[in-house]
């Protein structure tokens, strides 16, 4: 639905955006991850079609955002960054607003504010002015705005910024659901978010693209992916550590604590491995040294970790 | 077409809506009729001209138009960009035009309907003598094409920043330079000290509102005044489209 051709933009002699190509099927949800000032909302921007790329070639359905944009457009909802909405109207103005722009009229535009109405939990604010709304409120308001003409393609910046927990996961759930059908893009800060919605994700820094992929493949490049944690009851830990030390796919050894007879030793892997191999070859170690297994345990990785090692932000790090 | 004309209307109401919903309209319909009543019978002295015609309230509406004209248009865009409504507005499928037809014609009805409201004084002038109610009537024309002239300029200079205050400023500044360039002391000035000769001064003066809206006024609708008006329109809502495609591109 949503193809993407080595995008740029620069402002002036800064580069915002840097050559960045990807494709977004239907139902499918990329979710856009990347530090400050990466580019997320520039690039998002132009695939609405709301700024002029300057070079690069943006298609939604199969129309050209620079050529056809009035075609392309209709098949996109938006939800801006900060989730901007006209705030003297009151959330039912608003939305029949947007529907009438949307070319609904009469019936139609009943029944699709009632939709996003619903969809949104809105009910309640519905002939308030947005101006007295509380901040979760105003973002729905801008997100049922986006869903108001059950668009095909969704594009959203930061949709669960600001919010509550409660309102996060209800979002999140929201996104998931709608993900079956349409073509969703999301950018965020919040990594959980990523595994929770997304079935693909695209890391961006300084207008690249660093990392591309879904969210178990990006896991499994963070450095903790594939380690595994032994606790062994009545043996000491220098002598656990040291045995499994000696373990081929053992990259590195450090004793995390000895209590009551029991020693807890983690190791990490010489090189990622999704199937456990680790753990299997120190489960076969402790069989024939006889040790008193009490716990094993591979660690997936953390995409935190991942985000940190391949985007350089612009604040240094304090060591 | 049919398309865009429902695009527009959307986009009009909304702003329609806008106005009512706030207290801008209230306070521009009263401010309104309260200045052109006043300078109708106060410093017009419309009684003791002791003549039935409204040459003394016409006369002061390109001066009451300059202050209250970019009050009302200055948040056109100003306030789009501030809220970043913006972006909602050009990411949905209109064009940039017909979101500031829109937005234009939106508000230029709105200061239509003020003008209707001095309706009164056209009774007054009716009851107490015979007016040309003609000539009244091309008055009105031309007061709506002064406050359109206005409005479009302002439309422009609201496009150019997110603050309200220095739109206000700017459009004001460009209103006034519009009035004085045809305005009695100025061009005596052009002519008796500067030795202008009477080409330069006429073209001068035929940028002037004041010029224009003249010919209005005794009553004549001459298609050069209109299009001059209908030139200033069109030529600062273009530069509105103009401006905000700059905006866009960054």
Known sequence: ?319 | MNNSIGNISAIAKRELKGFFASPVAYVFIVIFLLLSGFFTFMAGFFFERGQASLKPFFDWHPWIYLFLVPAVGMRLWSEERRLGTMELLLTMPITTWQAIVGKFLASWLFLGLALFLTFPIICTVNYLGTPDNGVIFCGYVGSLMVSGAYLAITSMTSAMTRNQVISFIISVVICLFLILVGFPPVTNFLINVLRAKSGVVETITSFSIITHFDGFQKGILDMRDIVFFLSVIVFSLFSTGVIIRSHRAG
Not at chain 1, 52 to 75: C, M, N, Q, W, Y
Not at chain 1, 149 to 168: A, F, M, R, S, Y
Not at chain 1, 283 to 289: G, N, Q, S
Request: glycine share 8%; with cysteine.
């Open chain 1, 1 to 319: 639905m949503i193809k993407v051709q080595n995008l740029r933009k620069t402002f002036g002699p800064k580069v915002a955006v840097n050559g960045i190509s990807f494709n977004v099927d239907k139902g499918e949800v990329l979710g856009f991850l990347g530090p400050n000032g990466a580019g997320k909302s520039t690039t998002m921007r132009m695939v609405t079609g709301f700024i002029p790329p300057t070079a690069g070639k943006i298609t939604v359905g199969s129309f050209d955002i620079i050529e056809k944009p009035l075609e392309a457009k209709r098949l996109i909802g938006y939800l801006p960054e900060n989730a901007p909405s006209y705030t003297d109207m009151t959330v039912h103005g608003f939305l029949s607003f947007c529907a009438e722009i949307r070319g609904l009229r009469g019936d139609a535009k009943k029944k699709a504010v009632s939709r996003a109405v619903e969809m949104c939990f809105l009910e309640n604010v519905l002939y308030q002015s947005v101006e007295t709304l509380s901040k979760g409120y105003r973002h729905r308001t801008c997100f049922a705005q986006s869903i108001i003409h059950d668009p095909e393609v969704l594009i959203l910046d930061e949709p669960t910024d600001g919010l509550d927990p409660n309102q996060k996961h209800e979002i999140r759930t929201l996104i998931k659901r709608m993900g079956e059908k349409k073509a969703i893009i999301f950018s965020t800060h919040i990594l959980e978010e990523v595994d929770a919605v997304c079935s693909r994700a695209i890391i961006i820094d300084r207008g690249q693209i660093v990392a591309n992929g879904t969210p178990e493949e990006l896991r499994s490049k963070s450095q903790s992916s594939g380690a595994v944690t032994v606790s062994v009851q009545g043996s000491s830990s220098t002598l656990v550590a040291q045995q499994v030390g000696q373990l081929s796919l053992a990259r590195k050894v450090s004793i995390v604590s000895e209590t009551n007879g029991r020693a807890v030793v983690r190791v990490t892997a010489s090189e990622p491995s999704p199937d456990h191999d680790l753990a299997r070859s120190i489960a076969d170690l402790a069989r024939k040294e006889g040790w008193k297994l009490e716990e094993l345990h591979t660690e997936e990785g953390r995409l935190d970790e991942v985000f940190r090692s391949i985007t350089r932000s612009d604040v240094k790090e304090v060591k």
